[in-house]
């Protein structure tokens, strides 16, 4: 079950993605759950299987994407969590997972540009599997925790490098407006849905720059859920961004910066492909 949140003539909602388009959930659940975060703090991602045998609503390519949480409380992206990433950065694998925080607004949809900047031009992107929390998980056993995931979907985590180094605090270059996306749907958790089994590619131009398997991950997505239910609640529409792999573009010689008029596609077998365009910001 592939779940979107979209625009469709300036009216926010979410659905479903069939073969034959996306069916509007929002027009028809509106009254119970105002938008996605609202369906899984309800536990009611289930009705949403009630509507996947209805006729599409919308032509996939008739709405405007949304991150597929639009308004998520919280928001943890995990650093150097990739071994292959951990050694082109000439690091040691880390004892405990590397954390920091992104605001909703530094994240747009599939099919939007991301923004590169006019403080800088060391735009780079990293590719990476996200994961949607369903319930809240609280001091969580990495045996457990997979129970408490709704879905995955796939982000490009775009960083400001040279801001992101500025201090050794990461806050600052993670987190510019528009500066990364998440989609373009969410694939959601079931039995046969395999996350360990996925593999990423990161695309500039139709070059491969990333090709990971996602078990490359030092901290798996079960002892990140563990590590970050210990010291914060994570609530139902809550994102862990989980690390990128090795091929970044800021150890390659020269480095490669995402610049304007680029392609970027984030390729998650088993998930889909984020696709976004590069564009300057406009300056006031």
Same mark, same amino acid.
């Given at each position: +079950?592939?779940?979107?949140?979209?625009?469709?003539?300036?009216?926010?909602?979410?659905?479903? *993605?069939?073969?034959?388009?996306?069916?509007?959930?929002?027009?028809?659940?509106?009254?119970? =759950?105002?938008?996605?975060? @609202?369906?899984?703090?309800?536990?009611? &991602?289930?009705?949403?299987?009630?509507?996947?045998? !209805?006729?599409?609503?919308?032509?996939?390519?008739?709405?405007? #994407? &949304?991150?597929?949480?639009?308004?998520?409380?919280?928001?943890?992206?995990?650093?150097?969590?990739?071994?292959?990433?951990?050694?082109?950065?000439?690091?040691?694998?880390?004892?405990?997972?590397?954390?920091?925080?992104?605001?909703?607004d530094s994240f747009t949809g599939h099919d939007e540009p991301l923004i590169r900047p006019g403080a800088s031009s060391d735009f780079d992107y990293e590719g990476e599997l996200a994961v949607v929390m369903g319930r809240t998980a609280r001091h969580v056993?990495?045996?457990?925790? +997979?129970?408490?995931? @709704?879905? =995955?979907?796939?982000?490009?985590?775009?960083?400001? !490098?040279?801001?992101?180094?500025?201090?050794?605090?990461?806050?600052?270059?993670?987190?510019? #407006?528009?500066? $990364?996306?998440?989609?373009?749907?969410?694939?959601?958790?079931?039995?046969? *849905?395999?996350?360990?089994?996925?593999? &990423?590619?990161?695309?500039?131009?139709?070059? *491969?720059?990333?090709?990971s398997p996602v078990d490359d991950l030092c901290f798996d997505i079960g002892q990140l859920i563990e590590y970050c239910s210990i010291w914060t609640p994570l609530n139902p529409g809550d994102i862990i961004v989980t690390g990128t792999p090795g091929g970044?573009? !800021?150890?390659?010689?020269?480095?490669?910066?995402?610049?304007?008029?680029?392609?970027?596609?984030?390729?998650?077998? $088993?998930?889909?492909?984020? !696709?976004?365009?590069?564009?300057?910001?406009?300056?006031?």
């Amino acid at each position: +079950m592939k779940v979107i949140s979209f625009e469709f003539e300036g009216r926010p909602s979410y659905g479903l *993605v069939t073969d034959d388009g996306i069916v509007d959930a929002g027009d028809k659940l509106r009254a119970e =759950y105002n938008d996605l975060r @609202a369906l899984l703090e309800a536990n009611a &991602l289930e009705r949403l299987r009630d509507l996947e045998s !209805r006729e599409a609503d919308f032509a996939v390519d008739s709405v405007k #994407y &949304l991150p597929v949480v639009p308004n998520a409380r919280k928001i943890l992206c995990v650093g150097i969590n990739y071994m292959g990433h951990i050694k082109e950065t000439g690091r040691e694998p880390p004892d405990y997972p590397v954390l920091f925080t992104r605001f909703a607004d530094s994240f747009t949809g599939h099919d939007e540009p991301l923004i590169r900047p006019g403080a800088s031009s060391d735009f780079d992107y990293e590719g990476e599997l996200a994961v949607v929390m369903g319930r809240t998980a609280r001091h969580v056993s990495r045996d457990d925790a +997979m129970d408490f995931v @709704a879905g =995955y979907t796939c982000s490009n985590e775009g960083s400001i !490098r040279d801001f992101q180094f500025h201090t050794i605090q990461f806050t600052a270059g993670k987190n510019f #407006y528009r500066s $990364g996306s998440l989609g373009p749907w969410m694939v959601a958790a079931e039995p046969d *849905v395999d996350p360990t089994s996925f593999h &990423l590619q990161t695309r500039i131009n139709g070059e *491969v720059l990333q090709d990971s398997p996602v078990d490359d991950l030092c901290f798996d997505i079960g002892q990140l859920i563990e590590y970050c239910s210990i010291w914060t609640p994570l609530n139902p529409g809550d994102i862990i961004v989980t690390g990128t792999p090795g091929g970044v573009g !800021r150890v390659r010689k020269p480095p490669i910066w995402m610049k304007p008029g680029d392609i970027v596609e984030i390729d998650i077998s $088993g998930v889909g492909v984020l !696709r976004n365009t590069i564009a300057d910001e406009e300056m006031a």
